[in-house]
């Protein structure tokens, strides 16, 4: 057990002049391929950033350059092995299959693999699972041109290829604050979008008209030959390395990553929002190919340009993201770009005319890429860089795996229902979604509260007599106050302090009123062990749960007091 003061109470100016210095540390400039734990520092203009200023950073320009070349290589692939099941006997069930055989995995995979992305080196970690991808792609293609390949082998490599790129998500996303600026964040999300529909529009396109004169097992060769360039991307990427620290054990890495998100009401709304818009959306994604080819008599290459136009509407998306945000909310931006996407699978349900089909898929592009780059952004913005990789893969198992969730159920109801009815009924559901925005919309703070780390707790103040170690606990932890100020509003804020401890650590948090002094409030909560409260005292306190720290202390007048309570070492007494 330990007793001491707690650190001198903070005050609003302290977090001011904090802030002050944390935005002038992260303009400092100093151009190259290196990056920075907590962002880069490089020339970058100052005023508003545009669309394209994230690309002035070298690190940033060759990964996106090698991402877009994988992705593209994906698309190609992805035509090709629907266009291998489109003929087949239950072909609507098939090319849905194929589809949430690449997106299922992230439902199993994605957690752990944010974990994974959370403890170990970041770039050592992908340059790992995307040479993984290139062994499975490569196989893909072997397999094919030998004339192996059935429907049931083509998904299970599919699904091979699916693990890998569940593995690479929530890593790859959790980069990104690494290699920009915070005020970039914006535009390199948007960019990062931009990067898979500049794929979608080019690799359909560029496989349609390969299928003309080449069998898939080519389109499959030149995606395990795209994937390459990402891990040689990955290999010139000089990561500085990050001071020494212990590893977060795997088991409590998990826990404390699903507990954060548990914690934090913005994030939840965030997937919530995510969920009812992709449920729907997968719809037109998993049913397209057999439209283009049952409903429109299309050969690969119309195929194509239909995935092609929904590709070109979500680079004008891109494009357009700076001028519509500064046009209206964030909430009519969603609803309106929802409704872009619902006129697309309404169009793909009852027009005959392929012209009319590609420019209201132009349309669904462009509300595609908003929403869904509007959710990426506002979530590497909000989440801390201690579990930012578990985060970002929550929600990829919420959107990716939304999606391949959905895209087997949307096959079933098309083999029951037909095509039309069951794109007519995604687009009921699509909008319902967006009602629903009048009761959940997202939080206002989320995206902009500071996610940045600051250790506001002092050390610990341990006893000679006690050993502890990182595995040691439960910790309760218990904090005194003492109120002068309004009682309620005290209590309101502290409420708020203690999701914040639960969101950084706590399993438990209560506040208790002293009976003999009615001015004395404990908090009370516990932790697991003590290496987690240590990560609380070090790695897990951002300039968020600073503010409300002070908001809370606004209410005493003099320093609160700490107490840990760690279990008793008790040894049997001889004879007892």
């Known amino acids: ?52 200023a994230p690309l002035a950073l070298s690190t940033f320009r060759w990964l996106w350059i090698a991402q877009l070349v994988s992705n593209t290589g994906t698309w190609m692939q992805t035509v090709g092995a629907q266009w291998m099941l489109v003929h ?54 072997a397999l094919t041109q030998a004339g192996l390949v059935t429907p049931v082998v083509l ?19 959790a980069i990104q604050p690494e290699l920009v600026p915070p005020r970039l964040i914006p535009a390199a999300a948007g960019l990062g979008s931009m990067n898979i529909n500049i794929a979608r529009a080019v690799g359909p396109a560029v496989a349609g008209a390969l299928l003309l004169v080449v069998s898939p097992a080519v389109l499959f060769a030149i995606n395990a030959l795209s994937t390459v360039a990402v891990v040689v991307a990955l290999v010139a990427w000089r990561r500085p390395v990050n001071p020494e620290r212990e590893a977060e054990p795997l088991v409590s890495a998990l826990r404390s990553g699903s507990r954060y998100v548990g914690n934090a009401p913005g994030v939840r709304r965030v997937l919530l929002r995510v969920a009812l818009f992709v449920g729907p959306a997968s719809a037109l994604w998993a049913l397209l190919a057999v439209v283009a080819s049952q409903r429109l008599g299309l050969g690969p290459g119309g195929y194509g340009m239909l995935l092609g136009a929904l590709g070109a509407g979500a680079v004008l998306g891109a494009l357009a993201m700076a001028r519509l945000r500064g046009l209206m909310s964030r909430g009519v931006l969603l609803a309106g770009s929802s409704v872009l996407f619902g006129l ?46 578990r985060g970002m893969a929550i929600y990829l198992i919420v959107m990716i795996g939304g999606q391949g969730v959905g895209a087997v159920a949307w096959g079933v109801v098309a083999e029951r229902l037909g095509i039309g009815h069951a794109l007519l009924a995604a687009t009921a559901l699509l909008m319902l979604g967006v009602v629903s925005q009048a009761w959940w919309p997202l939080l206002a703070r989320t995206g902009a509260q500071d996610p940045r780390v600051e250790a506001i707790w002092p050390e610990p103040d341990v006893d000679a007599g006690i050993d502890l170690d990182p595995r040691s606990g439960p910790v309760m932890v218990e904090i005194r106050h003492v109120v002068t100020g309004d009682v309620e509003r005290f209590l309101d804020a502290a ?17 208790y009123q002293d009976a003999a002094d009615a001015a004395v409030f404990v908090e009370v909560f516990v932790v697991p062990t003590w290496g987690e409260h240590l990560r609380q005292h070090h790695e897990r306190l951002t300039g968020y749960d600073r503010e409300l720290d002070v908001r809370m202390r606004a209410f005493t007048d003099q320093p609160s007091v700490i107490r840990h309570l760690v279990p008793a070492e008790w040894r049997p007494t001889e004879g007892a």
């Open 495 to 511: 409420q708020r302090v203690g999701v914040s401890r639960r969101r950084t650590g706590a399993t438990s948090w209560a506040v």
């Open 88 to 141: 087949q006997p239950n072909a609507a069930s098939l090319t849905a299959l194929a589809q949430a055989a690449s997106l299922l995995p992230v439902l199993v995979v994605s957690l752990p693999a944010g974990v994974l992305a959370d403890v170990l080196d970041r770039r050592r970690y992908l340059v790992g699972v995307f040479g993984a991808a290139v062994v499975v792609s490569g196989s893909l293609a």
């Open 344 to 389: 697309g699978m309404a169009g793909a349900a009852l027009t005959s005319s392929a012209v009319l089909l590609v420019a209201l898929l132009v349309l669904a592009g462009v509300g595609w890429l908003v929403v869904l780059s509007t959710f990426s952004t506002v979530l590497q913005l909000t989440l801390p860089a201690w579990v930012r990789a």
């Open 155 to 173: 998904l299970m490599l599919t699904f091979g290829l699916g693990v890998t790129n569940a593995l690479a998500g929530p890593a790859w996303q």
């Open 1 to 52: 057990m330990s007793e001491q003061p707690a650190e001198r109470q903070v005050t609003d100016q302290d977090v001011t002049t904090s802030a002050v210095q944390r935005q002038r540390a992260a303009t400092v400039s100093a151009s190259g391929l290196r990056g920075g734990p907590h962002g880069p520092a490089a020339d970058v203009p100052d005023g508003s950033p545009g669309t394209w």
